[in-house]
C-alpha cells in the first residue's frame, strides 16, 4: 500500500466523515427528542401509590380505595387502573429504544358483580412484582436473578380516573399438544447484610466465622427422585493463604467446593476476593432436603467467609394446591404443551419469562396452553389468596415530562426544597434558568416510582435532548447526601439523594463513588464511566438538614454578593504540601510547588503562598509529630481568607498528612464568612459523602454555615499521585481563566478538567459545591503607569527602575475596562503591596529520609499600603525599609483596588532592589506604639474574654518596617513576658488610608486563661529604631458573664459625657439598658441597645446633660446605671456608677 496516497485519502474524506458524524450525531438527538411524551400520566386525575416486595397476585377493595384517598365507594370499574414498570434496576446504558419514557398500564382483572361498579368489598387485581427480575439466557436456559441495589420494594400507581389495561384472554390453538407434566423450579437465596470494606454496591449475607456451616432452604422439597438441579454459589472470603474452601450439600449428598482466594496480608489493599461456582447435580434419591453451605479452613483457620447468594434451578413435577396463588417457569419447548386444568374458579395466568406485570395475559381453564417459543411463566390462581399490597397515599398531580428547556436542575428531597428554591431563586436573577425537582417526583415519572439513580438521569437526558445548543441543560446539583447503602440498613443512613456506586467492593482503592454517572447523557452512554466526555458541570452539596442546606445556601448568597465578599483576600492563593515520610513522597512537594510556579508565572496578579511542611519545625511528642507553626499559619490564612487553597499530600476522612495539619474540628470551628477559600485537595478521602457513620472533613468544610469553604473539588476515594496530578494541571489550566471579566463557574472547571484527561482517578474526584457559582476572583485588571524616586537634592521625583533602601518611592496607576483604557467611573480603594526578591528556601529533611528539595518562595513585604482610587486612578507614596535585601534582584508590585461591587488586580515585577540609598534623611527616633484589647476604647487593666483581639496603632514620620526579613526587626508581640515566644505581626500590619506613617497591626488570641496578662508590643520604623509598649489586661471566663466598672467621661460633666462598660463576651448577642437617675431615684434619661458585642466595650450614646424629652437637667449628682443581659444563657449583671452634673 501507497501510505502517502491514502493519507491524502484520508485528508481528502475527513471532512465528510465529520460531516457524516455530525449529521448521525444530530438524527440521534432528534430521535432522542421526540421519544419522550410531552406529558406524564401523572399530569392528569386522580393517582395513590402502592407498594409490592414479591412476585405475586394481589388485590384492591374499594376501601382500600377509599383509604387511599379516593373518596367513597363505589368506583367505576371502566376508570380503574394500576400504573407501573417493569421491576428491576434500569439499564445503565443510556438506550434509543425498548425502555419506558413514563408510567404504563399494568394490566388488572376487575371482579365487581357485573355492574361496572366497584364496592366496598369487592376487588380489582393484578400481578405485582418484586423489584428484582429473573431473566434466561434462550441458549442455555439458564435462569439467573437480577439483583435491584437501589430498592427493596416495587412501586405502582393506582387511578379511579384514568382507567389502564385489562387481563385479556390469550388462548394459542393447540397442535397436537403435550400435557406439561414438570415446569422450572427457581429458588435465590441473598441477604444483603453487609458491605465489606464500606463501599461499591455489593452486599453479602452470613458470616462463615464463629458458625461454619448454614442450613439454607431452597424450596427443595418441591424436586423428587427425578429432578436435576443446578446450583450457583457465590460468596466472599478473606484468607492470607490457599487451602480454606467453601462446601455445598443437600441431602443428596456433597455436590462440590470452591477454594477460597488469597489476599496480600492482613493489611493489604484488597480485603477479600469474591468467588463462585456452579454444579450439576442428579436426585441420586427421593430426598433433596435443605442446602447447607460450610466454611472448611483447617488450612488457615483465620479465614473467614461472606455468602453472597445460593439459587438453584431444577426441574420440579408440576402440582397445583387448591386454594393458593402459585407460579410455574416454563423453558421454551419443541411444541406446544396442555396444562392441566386447575380447580373451578381457579385463574390461569401468563407473563413472558421476567414474569413481567406489564404483559400478564388470562388463559382461558379449557385452553389452557402453552406456546413453544418462548420462556414464560404461567400462574395458577385462587382469587381469595391474593395479597393486600402495601398502602401508600395520594400523591398530588406533577408533569415533570412537559418541562421547557433550562440551564439549571437542582435534584431535592421535598424536605430540602426551600433551600433549593431560594439558591435557585439567586441564580434566577443573573439569567440562568433553574428547574428544582424533587427526586421522589422526578423516580415517579422516569424510574416508575422507584428509587433508581437512571430514574434521575432519565429527566436530565430528555431536557438534554430537547435543548438546542445554545439553550442545552448546563448544570445539575444534587442537594442533599449520599450513602453507599441505597436501602438504610445502617442506622443512621443519609441517602437523600442517591450516589452511583462502583460494581467494585473488594478494595476501597478500586471502589469508588460518582456523581459523574449523572452527567453522561448522550444515546449509548453511561456503560463505561471513565471514558465517556461529561456533558454537565455537577456538584452536590451533602446536606442532611434543611437547616444545614439553608446555612450553605446563605453561605453562597454571602460570596456571590460584592457587597459583602469583595475584599484583597480574593487575590490570594495557598498551596500547602505535605512532608517527605518516605523516599518516593517527595513528588508531593514537587507537583505542588510545580503548579505554584506555574500560577505565579501565567496569573501574575496573585499572591502565591507556599505552605510546604517540610519546611517548618517538626515537634516531637508522646510518639506523634506536629508542625505547630504551620498549623497556625494555614488556620490563619484561612480564617483571613484566600481565592484557592490547593494541598497535595496524604489524608483522610478526618485530616491532611499524618501530622494533623488541618483536622476535622478545625473545619467545624472556621468562621471565615464571606472569605470562602475554593479547595483544591489531591489526597484520599477528604471529602467523602457518602458514608452515613461518618461526617468528613470535606462535607464539614463544605457545610459549615459560618465559614469553611465555598467549594471543594477534592476527592473522595484514595487517588494516586499520577492520575490525581494530571486531574490538578488540568483544572489550573481552567480555574483562572477569565471570559470578559468573569471567571468560569465551578461546574465548568471540574467538567472541562475531567474531560481532557482519561485517568480512571478522575471518577474518585468530586465537586462539592454549587456547579453555577462562579470563582469570585478579580474582574478587572490594574496597570502600573509610572514609578519614582524622590531626590532631595534636587527636590524632584524622578522616574527609576531601581530602587534602594531608604527611598522615599511614589507608584502611580490606573484601573482599567474592557479593552485595556482606564475605567473613570472606578471609585474606591486600592492596596500596593511590594515584595521583596524571592529567596531559595531547602527543606528541612524532617524525617530524615536524605532528600534535596528547594524551592523558591516570596513572603517579605517591603510595604503595604491602601489609598484612594479616584476615578480610576491611584497614587501611593512610601519609605523603603533599611532591612531590605541588599543585593539586587526583581521585587513584585501587587495591586488591588475595590469598590463595593467591583474588584480589580495587576502586578509588576520590573521593579528592582537591592542598594542603599546615600540620600536618605537621618532619622534616631523610634515609632510610637499605643495599644489596646479588642478596641481602642480600651483602658490598661480593663477585662477581655478569652479570645480577645490585641491590637496597636503606630506611628513614624518614615513608616513602620513590616519587612518580615527574620534579623531581628520584626513587628513583634509577646504575651506575659515570655520572650522565647514572639508572635509575629509583619503581616498584620496595615498602614492607614492614604499615608505610610501610621497604621495598625492586630494578633488574635484564642483560649486564655482566667486571670492578668499583659501584651508587650516591639517595633522598629524603616531606619531600624526600636519601640516598646505594653498594656494589661484581665480574661474572665465568658461561663459567666461580667462587667467591669462603669467609666464616665469627663466627671464631673458639664453637660456631655461619655460613657462605656467593659465586659468578657465579645462575640456573643448582648442587650444593654443605659438610665441615669436623679437623687430621688427617678429615670430622667434612658436608652437601649441590643446586637452583636464585636469588642470588650460597650459605649453608650453621649448623654448631654437633658432628660429624654432633651430639656437640661439642673446641677446635682446622678446615678449611671448599665443593665447587660446576653442572650444565649439570659445572664443579666448589673452596675452603677455616681455622676456629677456640673455646669459653669
Not at 418 to 442: F, S, Y
Not at 1012 to 1027: G, I, Q
Request: a negative charge.
Amino acid at each position: 500500500m501507497n501510505f502517502t496516497n491514502f493519507e491524502r485519502s484520508m485528508k481528502l474524506l475527513r471532512p465528510t466523515l465529520w460531516t457524516l458524524f455530525a449529521w448521525a450525531s444530530a438524527v440521534f438527538s432528534t430521535l432522542e427528542a421526540q421519544s419522550w411524551p410531552l406529558n406524564s400520566v401523572l399530569s392528569r386525575g386522580q393517582w395513590a401509590e402502592i407498594f409490592t416486595d414479591e412476585d405475586f397476585v394481589y388485590r384492591l377493595s374499594g376501601a382500600d380505595l377509599e383509604q387511599l384517598g379516593f373518596g367513597s365507594p363505589p368506583f367505576e370499574s371502566s376508570k380503574l387502573g394500576i400504573w407501573g414498570r417493569q421491576s428491576g434496576a434500569l439499564s445503565e446504558v443510556n438506550a434509543l429504544s425498548g425502555e419506558a419514557r413514563d408510567l404504563l398500564p399494568v394490566p388488572i382483572r376487575v371482579e365487581d358483580g357485573g355492574d361496572g361498579l366497584l364496592g366496598s368489598d369487592e376487588y380489582l387485581y393484578f400481578l405485582g412484582q418484586s423489584p428484582h427480575r429473573w431473566n434466561v439466557d434462550s441458549s442455555s436456559n439458564r435462569w439467573s436473578r437480577s439483583i435491584n441495589h437501589y430498592a427493596s420494594r416495587q412501586t405502582y400507581f393506582a387511578t379511579t380516573t384514568e382507567g389502564g389495561s385489562r387481563i385479556a384472554p390469550y388462548a394459542p390453538l393447540p397442535s397436537n399438544p403435550q400435557t406439561a407434566s414438570r415446569y422450572v423450579h427457581l429458588f435465590w437465596h441473598e441477604l444483603d447484610e453487609s458491605n465489606l470494606v464500606g463501599s461499591g454496591r455489593a452486599w453479602f449475607g452470613e458470616l462463615l466465622d464463629f458458625t461454619l456451616s448454614r442450613e439454607i432452604d431452597l424450596g427443595l422439597d418441591r424436586l423428587d427422585g427425578q429432578s436435576t438441579a443446578y446450583f450457583v454459589l457465590a460468596a466472599a472470603g478473606r484468607t492470607t493463604s490457599s487451602g480454606p474452601k467453601l462446601e455445598l450439600r443437600t441431602g443428596q449428598g456433597f455436590i462440590g467446593s470452591v477454594g477460597l482466594q488469597a489476599v496480600s496480608g492482613v493489611n493489604g489493599e484488597t480485603f477479600a476476593r469474591q468467588i463462585g461456582q456452579s454444579w450439576t447435580q442428579v436426585a441420586t434419591g427421593p430426598s433433596w432436603a435443605r442446602a447447607s453451605v460450610t466454611l472448611e479452613r483447617s488450612a488457615n483457620p483465620a479465614a473467614k467467609a461472606w455468602l453472597d447468594y445460593l439459587s438453584v434451578q431444577a426441574d420440579a413435577p408440576f402440582a397445583y394446591t387448591a386454594g393458593s396463588v402459585q407460579s410455574y417457569r416454563f423453558n421454551p419447548g419443541s411444541q406446544q404443551r396442555l396444562l392441566s386444568a386447575p380447580a373451578e374458579g381457579t385463574w390461569i395466568w401468563r407473563t413472558t419469562a421476567s414474569g413481567s406485570s406489564l404483559n400478564a395475559a388470562q388463559l382461558l381453564p379449557n385452553a389452557a396452553v402453552l406456546e413453544a417459543e418462548r420462556a414464560h411463566t404461567v400462574w395458577y390462581i385462587a382469587p381469595a389468596a391474593a395479597r393486600k399490597p402495601a398502602l401508600g397515599s395520594r400523591i398530588p398531580l406533577q408533569n415533570l415530562h412537559a418541562m421547557p428547556s433550562v440551564d439549571y436542575v437542582i435534584f431535592a428531597p421535598e424536605a430540602f426544597k426551600p433551600a433549593a428554591e431560594n439558591l435557585a431563586t439567586m441564580h434566577r436573577q443573573t439569567g440562568l434558568k433553574v428547574a428544582v425537582v424533587g427526586v421522589d417526583q422526578a423516580y415517579r415519572e422516569f424510574s416508575g416510582g422507584v428509587q433508581d439513580i437512571m430514574g434521575l438521569r432519565n429527566l436530565l437526558r430528555m431536557l438534554w435532548a430537547r435543548g438546542a445548543d445554545s439553550t442545552k441543560l448546563r448544570y445539575l446539583l444534587l442537594l442533599g447526601d449520599a450513602s453507599y447503602d441505597y436501602k438504610g440498613r445502617l442506622t443512621p443512613n443519609q441517602n437523600w439523594v442517591p450516589a452511583y456506586q462502583s460494581p467494585s467492593s473488594m478494595a476501597i482503592k478500586t471502589s469508588f463513588v460518582s456523581d459523574d454517572f449523572f452527567g453522561y447523557l448522550d444515546p449509548g452512554e453511561g456503560g463505561n464511566l471513565g471514558a465517556i466526555t461529561l456533558d454537565l458541570g455537577i456538584g452536590r452539596i451533602p446536606a442532611n438538614s434543611l437547616a444545614e442546606a439553608q446555612g450553605v445556601v446563605s453561605k453562597i448568597a454571602r460570596y456571590a454578593n460584592p457587597a459583602l465578599s469583595i475584599g484583597p483576600w480574593r487575590q490570594r492563593l495557598n498551596f500547602v504540601s505535605d512532608d517527605v515520610d518516605e523516599d518516593w513522597e517527595q513528588i508531593l512537594t514537587l507537583v505542588s510547588d510545580k503548579i505554584a510556579e506555574r500560577v505565579d508565572t501565567q496569573h501574575a496578579d496573585f499572591e502565591v503562598r507556599k505552605i510546604y511542611a517540610d519546611a517548618y519545625a517538626q515537634v516531637s511528642s508522646a510518639g506523634n509529630q506536629s508542625y505547630p507553626k504551620l498549623r497556625e499559619e494555614l488556620l490563619r490564612t484561612i480564617e483571613e481568607g484566600n481565592l484557592i487553597t490547593t494541598y497535595v499530600g496524604h489524608g483522610g476522612e478526618v485530616n491532611w498528612a499524618s501530622e494533623d495539619i488541618l483536622q476535622l474540628e478545625d473545619c467545624r470551628n472556621f468562621g471565615n464568612s464571606v472569605r470562602l477559600p475554593l479547595f483544591i485537595t489531591v489526597t484520599c478521602e477528604f471529602a467523602r459523602y457518602d458514608d452515613p457513620l461518618r461526617t468528613s472533613a470535606g462535607e464539614i468544610l463544605m457545610t459549615n454555615p459560618n465559614g469553611g469553604a465555598i467549594a471543594l473539588l477534592t476527592t473522595t476515594r484514595a487517588v494516586f499521585v499520577g492520575g490525581a496530578t494530571l486531574l490538578t494541571d488540568s483544572v489550573f489550566n481552567v480555574v483562572l481563566q477569565q471570559n470578559q471579566g468573569d471567571y468560569q463557574t465551578f461546574g465548568e472547571i471540574i467538567k472541562q478538567a475531567k474531560n481532557s484527561v482519561t485517568t480512571s482517578d478522575k471518577l474518585r474526584f468530586t465537586l462539592l459545591g454549587d456547579p453555577a457559582l462562579r470563582l469570585n476572583g478579580p474582574s478587572q485588571r490594574m496597570e502600573v503607569d509610572s514609578i519614582k524616586v524622590f531626590r532631595p537634592a534636587s527636590g524632584d521625583w524622578v522616574t527609576a527602575d531601581s530602587v534602594n533602601a531608604l527611598d522615599l518611592v511614589q507608584v502611580k496607576g490606573r484601573v482599567l475596562q474592557e479593552g485595556g483604557s482606564i475605567d473613570t467611573s472606578f471609585n474606591g480603594t486600592a492596596r500596593i503591596r511590594l515584595f521583596d526578591k524571592p529567596q531559595e528556601r531547602s527543606m528541612l529533611d524532617n524525617d530524615n529520609v536524605g532528600y534535596q528539595v528547594s524551592y523558591s518562595f516570596r513572603n517579605q513585604l517591603a510595604y503595604q499600603g491602601f489609598v484612594d482610587v479616584v476615578k480610576g486612578s491611584y497614587a501611593a507614596e512610601w519609605r523603603m525599609p533599611l532591612d531590605l535585601v541588599l543585593e539586587w534582584g526583581q521585587g513584585k508590585l501587587l495591586t488591588y483596588a475595590y469598590t463595593t461591587e467591583r474588584d480589580a488586580a495587576g502586578s509588576n515585577s520590573k521593579i528592582f532592589l537591592g542598594d542603599l540609598a546615600a540620600d536618605a534623611p537621618t532619622d534616631l527616633e523610634g515609632p510610637t506604639l499605643q495599644i489596646y484589647m479588642d478596641d481602642t476604647t480600651f483602658v490598661s487593666g480593663g477585662i477581655t474574654g478569652a479570645n480577645p483581639l490585641g491590637l496597636v496603632r503606630l506611628a513614624d514620620p518614615n513608616g513602620i518596617n513590616a519587612i518580615g526579613a527574620g534579623i531581628g526587626h520584626d513587628l513583634v508581640g509577646y504575651l506575659d513576658e515570655v520572650w522565647s515566644e514572639p508572635l509575629v505581626m509583619n503581616e498584620r500590619y496595615q498602614a492607614d488610608p492614604n499615608t505610610f506613617r501610621r497604621g495598625t497591626s492586630t494578633w488574635p488570641f484564642r483560649n486564655l486563661e482566667d486571670g492578668l496578662h499583659k501584651f508587650t508590643v516591639r517595633a522598629w520604623d524603616t531606619y531600624n529604631n526600636p519601640s516598646q509598649s505594653s498594656v494589661d489586661f484581665e480574661v474572665i471566663s465568658r461561663a459567666k458573664l461580667e462587667l467591669g466598672a462603669v467609666r464616665l467621661f469627663p466627671n464631673p460633666s458639664a453637660g456631655n459625657t461619655t460613657w462605656q462598660v467593659e465586659h468578657n463576651s465579645a462575640g456573643d448577642s448582648l442587650a444593654a439598658d443605659w438610665s441615669i437617675t436623679d437623687g430621688a431615684g427617678r429615670v430622667v434619661w434612658a436608652a437601649a441597645w441590643s446586637g452583636l458585642a464585636t469588642s470588650s466595650v460597650l459605649q453608650a450614646p453621649e448623654w448631654t446633660g437633658t432628660n429624654t424629652q432633651g430639656t437640661p437637667l439642673s446641677n446635682g449628682w446622678f446615678i449611671a446605671r448599665v443593665v447587660v443581659r446576653r442572650a444565649k444563657d439570659n445572664q443579666v449583671v448589673r452596675r452603677a456608677e455616681r455622676l456629677i452634673l456640673l455646669r459653669p
